[in-house]
């Protein structure tokens, strides 16, 4: 939807909300997709979005709701009565069903749970049951399965008994007489297998599954690697229990990702690009802000013990800012690489090693090359020992920086603390501190060839 678009259908429906034309607002929205739909409502001032979500269909509001971001799905779950909530829930495959219950309080929840039919009910107990960043908690109930000994017509009858369940059919599952996952049918090998050779004869008994406790993380990576659309989900005892498909998998791409930039920024959980509230987000921000102000001060008091050298040499003062800044865009580089080779699942515990020393020999050619440039530049203005000192220095302090961003989300890692979250604070604070120390130390050490 081009902005443009957006804007003034925006503006056409707040007016309409504020006229109450409820005929000429469900013209505007009907035939948009669910995801466009969502995008409008976003868009709308607190009071027309809530009056226009009412206006929608039961069906259509349980497609639009879980495209919406958490902001203003909050702010429309709270504003919805409980009957208008049980209809939505009632609509919703199991899993989403599943993740809008766990979000309402826990009475509210009670009642859905209570008005919803019986069968819908115990599927979303059941999912409760399980972690919410698990296979088992992004899974859904909605699958197709059938005995290993089925024929393949009796397979293809039960795809047409359950069409309206399950929205989507990539693979038809095979289970033995315990429900153990045994094989799957990918749907085009279903529908040109003859109706009389039997499930077992032309399933893939090579079967890429997850159990219910894997990380949703791992379930992303599996995804990825093996370039899948679904996969099914069993218990530790091998039964079939569920399915997880791609469109769920984006999802907790998207969450992950979004999650490990807030946390490297020093931004907590929570905080969403939608907040309003000045406050809470301070909140999130500040203990990160005093950790970084904690280390600069410390860094001040660094820069307060070289204070003879820097005033015998006060140009070197002038190249403080050039060493701190190229030693946190090495560190932050190091670091970044390392975060996302770890939560992809491509940097293992055993390459530590092997890590650590590709990210020395990188900040010797980058720490090099920048030397001999700051060299060359300082040689030209200044005295060419001067430039050989601040060539040193800047390779010992990209050479610093690389190893401490390498090395501290490993080190973190080790420690059970997430990489994310704490490697960014403490990469600045080490970063600034090791290196003034480097570079004021080489200047003081040559002091006396420099004068």
């Known amino acids: 939807m081009e902005q443009i678009d957006l804007k003034t259908i925006v503006d056409d429906l707040e007016y309409l909300a504020s006229q109450k034309d409820e005929r000429m607002i469900l013209n505007i929205l009907i035939g948009n997709h669910p995801a466009d739909i969502a ?102 109930l909605e699958f197709i399965s059938v005995p290993e000994n089925f024929h393949v017509d009796e397979a293809i009858r039960e795809i047409r008994y359950k069409a309206d369940e399950v929205a989507q059919v990539y693979n038809v599952y095979a289970v033995n007489e315990k429900g ?11 529908i040109l ?38 996969v099914p989900v069993t218990d530790q005892e091998g039964r079939l229990v569920g399915r997880i498909t791609v469109d769920d998998v984006v999802d907790v791409i998207e969450e992950e990702a979004s999650e490990d930039m807030q946390k490297m920024a020093g931004i907590a959980d929570d905080e969403e690009i939608r907040e309003t509230s000045a406050f809470k987000i301070s909140v999130g921000r500040l203990p990160w802000l005093l950790v970084g102000f904690c280390g600069q001060l410390f860094a001040a008091l660094v820069m307060k013990q070289f204070e003879a050298s820097l005033k015998e040499i006060f140009i070197a003062t002038f190249f403080i800012p050039l060493m701190m800044a190229m030693g ?40 090099t090359v920048c030397g001999i440039l700051l060299f060359a530049v300082v040689a030209l203005v200044d005295k060419p020992p001067f430039g050989l000192v601040l060539a040193l220095a800047m390779l010992g302090v990209i050479i610093n920086a690389s190893f401490i961003g390498a090395s501290v989300p490993l080190v973190l890692s080790k420690a059970g603390v997430d990489p994310a979250i704490a490697t960014g604070p403490i990469i600045t604070t080490f970063n600034d501190i090791i290196g003034l120390l480097i570079y004021l130390g080489l200047v003081t050490a040559a002091l006396r060839f420099l004068l």
């Open 39 to 140: 995008t409008i409502i976003q868009s709308l001032s607190q009071k027309p979005a809530r009056y226009i979500f009412g206006l929608l269909d039961a069906d259509t509001a349980s497609d639009v709701i879980v495209e919406l971001d958490e902001i203003t799905k909050d702010s429309l779950v709270k504003s919805m009565q409980d009957a208008r909530l049980t209809e939505i829930v009632d609509e919703m495959d199991s899993d989403d069903a599943t993740d809008l219950v766990a979000e309402l309080p826990t009475d509210v929840a009670e009642k859905v749970l209570d008005s919803i039919d019986e069968e819908g009910s115990d599927e979303v107990k059941e999912l409760l049951r399980h972690e919410e960043d698990t296979a088992g908690g992004i899974m859904a």
């Open 180 to 190: 153990v996952l045994t094989g799957f049918i990918p749907l085009k090998k279903l």
């Open 193 to 230: 297998a003859k109706s009389e050779q039997k499930v077992s004869s032309v399933m893939v008994t090579d079967v890429i599954k997850v159990t219910t406790d894997l990380d949703q993380e791992e379930v992303a990576n599996i995804f990825s690697k093996y370039n899948l659309v679904s």
């Open 328 to 367: 946190g865009n090495a560190g932050i580089q190091a670091a970044t690489i390392v975060v996302r080779g770890m939560a992809l699942g491509e940097l293992n515990p055993t390459e530590t090693i092997k890590r650590l020393r590709k990210e020395v020999q990188v900040s010797l050619i980058n720490g």
